[in-house]
C-alpha cells in the first residue's frame, strides 16, 4: 500500500514547481496589458497569465515534437528573463517610452498631459477606481476562490474518470515525449498538448503520480482562473463581485467535480480578452492586440473551446467598435478585424485540414441534449436570471453591450445541437465534438461578467454616445448584502459535500485497491491483460509493462490494438495466443467482471491481491 498512501500527501512541492517559473511572466504580461494596474491588481493577474502562458509554451513544445523535461525548463528559464528585462529596461528619454510605461508613470504621479492628455484621463480614472476597492469584500472574494484547491487537499484522486485519460496522456508526454498509444497497442491520440504536457512535467520533475499531478494541475488552474477575473475585472471596478457572481453558477465548478480540467483551463484567456476588450476601441493599443493573439495561441494549445470563446469576445468587441463614427478608432477597428479575420481562418484551416477528414463517419454529438436549453438552465440558472436582469439595466453602456452580444453568439453556437446525428459533414461533428457540455463551460464567465458590472456600485462604464449623461440602476445596499451572504452559505454548503464525499470511495474511477495492487507489476515484463474500463487503464505502468486497454479521449487513431484479441483468448483459454505474445499476467478490478472468467479458468491463478483487485498469472499447463 506505500504507492497509494504516498498520493494521500498534499504535494504542495508539486504547485510551487508551476507558480514558481509562471509568476514573473505573469506578472509582466499584466504589467503590459494594463499599465495602471497596481500591486494587488497584478498579484490577482500574475498567476492566471502566467499558467496561460507556460501552458502555451509547453504545448508548443510537444507539438514542434522538441518537448522534454530540459527544453521545458531552459524555455522558461528565457521567458523569465525577457519578462524580467520587459519590467525592468526604461530609456532614459520619456518620448521612447511604451505606452503602458507612460501608463504606470502617470499612475505614480508623473504628469505626461503634455505628451497624451488622453493617458492622463485614463490614468485619472484607474485612480477612482482604486480609490473605491472595498478590500475587506476582495479579502473575501480571494478566500471563497481558495475552495478550488479544497478538493487536492483533503483527497488523494479526483472524481469523475476524463482525469483518467489525461493522466494516460501525461505519461506518455513524460516517457515517451509524444502522445503514441501506451502498452501494447500502436497508433497515437489527437489532443490539445498544453495540459497533459505541463502534467507530465511535473509528474516527471518531481517522481509524482501522473494522476496526481493531472488532479492538482486542474484544481490549480480554477483557482488562478478565479483570480485572474478578479483582477481583470477590478480594472472597471467590479472585482470583488466577479467572484461573488461566480457563486451563483455551478457551471465550472461542476466541470472541475467531473474532472474535465483542460476545458476549465482555457477560460484563461478570457482572463486577457476582459482585461482589453471591455473598453473603448480608441484605448485599445498595439501591445493590447500582440496580446491577444498570444492569448489566442496558447488557449488554442489548451483547449479549442476557449480559443472559441475567446474569438467571440474579439468579435463583440469589433462589432461595436464598428458603430463609432470617429476615423482614427475606425482604423483600429480594422486593424482588429484583420486581426480576428487571419486567426479565425487559421483556426479554419487547421480544424478543415487536420481533424475534420478524420471525422467523416461521426455524427453530430449532444449527450446532454440542446446546451443552449435545459442543461444551460440547469448549471446557470440564477446565474442567468441575474444576468438578464443586469443585462437589461447595463444595456446602454458600452461594457454592457459587448458582453451581451458575447453572451448572444455563445447561445446562437450552441444550435449545433439540435442536428445531433447528421452525419458525413465532418465539419460540425468536430464543432460538437469541440462544444461536448458547454452548458458547464460557455455561459459562466460572460454572465458573471456582466452580473459584476452591475452588481459593483463603483463600477467604471462607457456609456454609448449621445447617452453620456444616463447610468444605470444599480442594487440597494441591502440588496447586495443579502446577494453576497447567500454566496457565502453557497460556500459553506459546497464546503461541506466535499467534506462529505471524501470518504465515499465509490464514487472514485478506481478503487484503493486497483492502484495498490500495481505495485505487483514491478519486475514484471511482457503483455498485462487489464480491463478496458476506467479501472483498467494503468497510466503509472512500470518499464516493461505492456497493457492492452487504452482510453478513448479526443481522435484516437489506432493501427492494432490487442485488447479485443486478449479477451477473446481468456473466455476460450486460447493457449497459443498466450505463448506467442508472451501475455503471462492480468490484471482485474472488484469493479469489473473478468475476474469472474479468470477465477474459473483452470489456467489461471491468483499472484497478489489487495481488496478485491487482482494480479492474475498464467499457468499454462492448468491447475
Not at 498595439?286 to 494549445?301: D, E, K, P, Q
Not at 447595463?394 to 453556437?413: D, M, P, Q, Y
Not at 463603483?458 to 447610468?471: A, H, Q
Not at 482510453?551 to 484479441?565: A, F, K, Q, T, Y
Request: glycine share 8%.
Amino acid at each position: 500500500m506505500k504507492a497509494w498512501l504516498a498520493l494521500e500527501e498534499p504535494m504542495l512541492g508539486e504547485l510551487a514547481l508551476v507558480v514558481a517559473p509562471s509568476l514573473l511572466p505573469g506578472w509582466a504580461l499584466a504589467t503590459v496589458l494594463d499599465g495602471s494596474s497596481d500591486r494587488l491588481r497584478k498579484g490577482l493577474l500574475a498567476p492566471a497569465l502566467g499558467l496561460l502562458l507556460m501552458f502555451g509554451v509547453s504545448g508548443a513544445l510537444l507539438a514542434a515534437n522538441i518537448w522534454s523535461e530540459w527544453t521545458l525548463v531552459f524555455a522558461m528559464v528565457g521567458v523569465n528573463v525577457l519578462a524580467y528585462r520587459t519590467i525592468n529596461v526604461r530609456h532614459q528619454e520619456v518620448t521612447k517610452w511604451t505606452r503602458w510605461q507612460r501608463l504606470e508613470a502617470a499612475m505614480n504621479g508623473v504628469d505626461l498631459e503634455e505628451i497624451n492628455p488622453a493617458l492622463e484621463l485614463e490614468a485619472e480614472q484607474q485612480r477612482l477606481v482604486r480609490s473605491a476597492r472595498h478590500l475587506p469584500l476582495m479579502a473575501l472574494s480571494g478566500l471563497l476562490a481558495m475552495l478550488a484547491l479544497i478538493s487536492p487537499m483533503m483527497q488523494s484522486l479526483p472524481f469523475g474518470v476524463d482525469w483518467v485519460g489525461f493522466a494516460m496522456l501525461a505519461q506518455q508526454a513524460a516517457t515517451a515525449g509524444e502522445f503514441t498509444l501506451s502498452g501494447a497497442n500502436q497508433g497515437f491520440w489527437t489532443y490539445p498538448p498544453a495540459f497533459p504536457s505541463l502534467a507530465g512535467w511535473i509528474s516527471l520533475t518531481t517522481s509524482a503520480d501522473a494522476g496526481r499531478a493531472v488532479f492538482l494541475l486542474g484544481h490549480y488552474s480554477l483557482f488562478v482562473l478565479l483570480l485572474g477575473l478578479m483582477g481583470a475585472m477590478d480594472r472597471y471596478g467590479a472585482g470583488a463581485q466577479v467572484m461573488l457572481a461566480m457563486g451563483y453558477s455551478l457551471a465550472l465548478f461542476a466541470k472541475v467535480f467531473d474532472s474535465g480540467y483542460p476545458s476549465v483551463a482555457s477560460q484563461l484567456g478570457l482572463v486577457v480578452g476582459l482585461l482589453v476588450l471591455l473598453r473603448p476601441s480608441q484605448d485599445r493599443h498595439r501591445h493590447h492586440t500582440l496580446g491577444l493573439v498570444v492569448a489566442v495561441f496558447c488557449v488554442a494549445l489548451v483547449h479549442p473551446t476557449g480559443a472559441m470563446y475567446l474569438a467571440l469576445l474579439m468579435l463583440s468587441h469589433l462589432v461595436h467598435g464598428l458603430q463609432v463614427e470617429d476615423e482614427d478608432t475606425r482604423a483600429l477597428m480594422r486593424t482588429m478585424a484583420y486581426v480576428v479575420s487571419g486567426l479565425v481562418t487559421l483556426g479554419m484551416a487547421v480544424a478543415l485540414l487536420v481533424f475534420a477528414p478524420r471525422l467523416f463517419d461521426e455524427a453530430v454529438f449532444s449527450e446532454y441534449g440542446w446546451q443552449g436549453g435545459r442543461p444551460m438552465l440547469v448549471y446557470n440558472g440564477p446565474l442567468l436570471v441575474l444576468g438578464l436582469w443586469a443585462g437589461m439595466a447595463l444595456r446602454r453602456t458600452l461594457e454592457g453591450r459587448i458582453l451581451i452580444t458575447w453572451f448572444a453568439s455563445l447561445w446562437v453556437l450552441s444550435l449545433v445541437h439540435l442536428i445531433e446525428g447528421l452525419r458525413y459533414i465532418p465539419v460540425l461533428s468536430l464543432m460538437s465534438y469541440t462544444l461536448y457540455s458547454m452548458a458547464l463551460h460557455a455561459f459562466h464567465v460572460p454572465l458573471a461578467a456582466l452580473v459584476a458590472l452591475w452588481w459593483s456600485p463603483s463600477g467604471r462604464l462607457t456609456p454609448v454616445e449621445g447617452l453620456e449623461d444616463w447610468s444605470p440602476f444599480r442594487p440597494p445596499p441591502a440588496l447586495t448584502a443579502v446577494m453576497t451572504v447567500a454566496v457565502m452559505v453557497g460556500a459553506g454548503a459546497a464546503g461541506a459535500v466535499a467534506l462529505t464525499l471524501r470518504s465515499h470511495e465509490e464514487l472514485w474511477a478506481a478503487s484503493p485497491g486497483d492502484l495498490a495492487v500495481r505495485e505487483a507489476l514491478d519486475g514484471i515484463e511482457g503483455v498485462v491483460f487489464t480491463e478496458n474500463m476506467h479501472w483498467g487503464y494503468v497510466w503509472n505502468a512500470p518499464e516493461g509493462v505492456l497493457t492492452t486497454s487504452i482510453p478513448s479521449l479526443g481522435l484516437v487513431h489506432i493501427d492494432n490494438s490487442e485488447h479485443p484479441r486478449a479477451s477473446l483468448a481468456i473466455y476460450y483459454n486460447n493457449l497459443t495466443y498466450m505463448r506467442e505474445t508472451g501475455m503471462n499476467h492480468a490484471l482485474t478490478s472488484p469493479l469489473g467482471s473478468m475476474q469472474w472468467e479468470l477465477a474459473s479458468s483452470p489456467y489461471w491463478e491468483v499472484l497478489y491481491t489487495v481488496d478485491g483487485a487482482t494480479l492474475w498469472r498464467h499457468v499454462p499447463n492448468g491447475s
